[in-house]
């Protein structure tokens, strides 16, 4: 079935030449809808990309309402602040060596920061409780809103149509973010331009160079056609920040075992094991085995190859 929605075919966008080498055809599993997309890799740089691929003005119709990032970063307007007990060094060292690496920032003084795809707001209130004037920018009407709705500065709609800010950011994240964006480069570039000298630039994606890629292929869960345009490995990342004026600073994999167990739960789902396939959901959910599930994480994520990354950047 034909996806219902208007498409386009682009080429590399760090302007190579020498063609395209084919990867997969995948599809959207996240809420089964219509339209197979084509992977390919640049044979020049090897930034892989989706193509043809949904419009920008058409791209919205697979981020329905229920979209997971958009419920996941909900909070209560008046949900209290997280507790600040102070803990002992041993106990520090522990939850250092333990923490996801989901969310690292750099150490630094707070000042402004602008979350792009900031989704309902969750991370924007965690930075302001930390003394950071916070601004958003979230394509979804309805995320937006709730972004809003908790009293910080939110543009809603794309990064492309968002308004310089009165004041330069000292601080841009995206979690999960980049690989959505229908131009990168440009993207990164605007960015740039709206950053002080020195600022930051701090991002997670998926980590295309990972295994589990080559090994589930079109179920590799962060595959996620046709939301994810771009299919990042460390060094394509670094040359696309590179061409629009960052410098790459540190990579971080996150210990986060889930593009494992939910690409398992593609495959066990295709194979009709319904019962295993949502245990595994379960897992990814840390509704059960927590602890295998920690250990898991942190032995991909020491071993780099959880699929998941965070980059520092700063710019150029």
């Known amino acids: 079935m034909t996806a219902p929605v208007e498409v386009e075919e682009i080429g590399c966008p760090l302007g190579c030449a020498g063609g395209d080498e084919?990867?997969?055809?995948?599809?959207?599993?996240?809420?089964?809808?219509p339209g197979e997309f084509r992977v390919v890799r640049c044979r020049g740089c090897g930034l892989m990309r989706t193509t043809p691929r949904p419009t920008i003005t058409s791209i919205d119709y697979y981020y329905p309402a229920d979209y997971r990032p958009y419920l996941t970063t909900r909070v209560s307007q008046d949900a209290p602040p997280p507790p600040t007990a102070a803990v002992g060094p041993v106990r520090r060292a522990i939850r250092r060596l333990l923490r996801p690496m989901n969310h690292e920032i750099?150490?630094?003084?707070?000042?402004?920061?602008?979350?792009?795809g900031c989704g309902s707001g969750a991370f924007l209130q965690e930075?302001?409780?930390?003394g950071w004037s916070v601004e958003g920018i979230e394509r979804s009407p309805d995320a937006g809103a709730a972004a809003r709705a908790l009293g910080y500065p939110v543009h809603i709609g794309p990064l492309e149509t968002a308004p310089d800010p009165p004041a330069p950011y000292d601080l841009v994240v995206g979690w999960m973010v980049l690989e959505h964006l229908h131009h990168p480069i440009a993207a990164l570039e605007r960015l740039g331009r709206w950053s002080a000298k020195g600022a930051w630039l701090v991002a997670s994606v998926p980590d295309a160079s990972a295994y589990?890629?080559?090994?589930?292929?079109?179920?590799?869960?962060?595959?996620?056609?046709?939301?994810?345009l771009f299919h990042f490995t460390p060094r394509t990342l670094g040359l696309v920040l590179e061409r629009a004026g960052w410098r790459l600073e540190r990579v971080m994999w996150h210990r986060n075992p889930n593009n494992l167990l939910l690409s398992a739960r593609y495959r066990l789902l295709e194979?009709?094991?319904?019962?295993?396939?949502?245990?595994?959901q379960e897992v990814a959910d840390e509704k059960r085995l927590p602890r295998a599930r920690l250990i898991l994480g942190t032995l991909l994520g020491t071993l780099r190859s959880s699929g998941r990354m965070t980059i520092w950047a700063r710019r150029a």
Not at 22 to 33: A, E, K, P
Not at 106 to 116: D, K, Y
Not at 271 to 280: F, Q, V, Y
């Open 271 to 280: 194979r009709g094991w319904t019962g295993t396939a949502e245990a595994l």
């Open 127 to 130: 930075m302001h409780r930390r």
């Open 212 to 228: 589990e890629f080559r090994l589930f292929r079109d179920a590799w869960f962060a595959l996620a056609v046709p939301g994810h």
């Open 106 to 116: 750099p150490e630094t003084t707070p000042g402004r920061m602008l979350e792009i």
């Open 22 to 33: 084919f990867i997969v055809t995948g599809r959207d599993r996240l809420h089964d809808l």
